[in-house]
């Protein structure tokens, strides 16, 4: 909702932001793998989320510096009902869809349970 309403196309901005995340990343990730003897190995997505949220916050605050904004909250009333409607309907979509996942895989979930196992000895 910010980047549409208060998009800047200066690249001052954004490469700014793509230069902490990658800074901010990858000690996030380096903090977060931990080489040696206790290391983890991280999903794609979960990677992604490290350098992702630092430009992100660093482009949001970039975005609405000078702008009277309270926090995270716009000054501007249309703004925030316009987002909490979209994080709304976003939630409603993600619920919908996590229900239907549910309602399909539990049939095939009994179906595999009571078949015959093809691996058994004979």
Do not use: E, H
């Amino acid at each position: 909702m910010i980047v549409v309403r208060y998009f800047d196309p200066a690249p001052r901005i954004w490469l700014t932001s793509i230069g902490l995340s990658a800074l901010v990343g990858t000690g996030l990730y380096v903090s977060t793998a931990a080489c040696g003897a206790n290391s983890v190995k991280l999903k794609f997505w979960q990677i992604v989320r490290l350098y992702l949220t630092p430009f992100c916050v660093s482009s949001f605050s970039a975005l609405v510096k000078d702008r009277n904004f309270i926090l995270v909250v716009s000054p501007q009333p249309l703004d925030s009902m316009v987002a909490l409607s979209v994080i709304g309907a976003f939630v409603l979509l993600a619920y919908v869809a996590k229900k239907s996942i549910k309602v399909s895989a539990v049939p095939q979930l009994q179906r595999d349970v009571t078949s015959p196992s093809t691996d058994a000895p004979l």
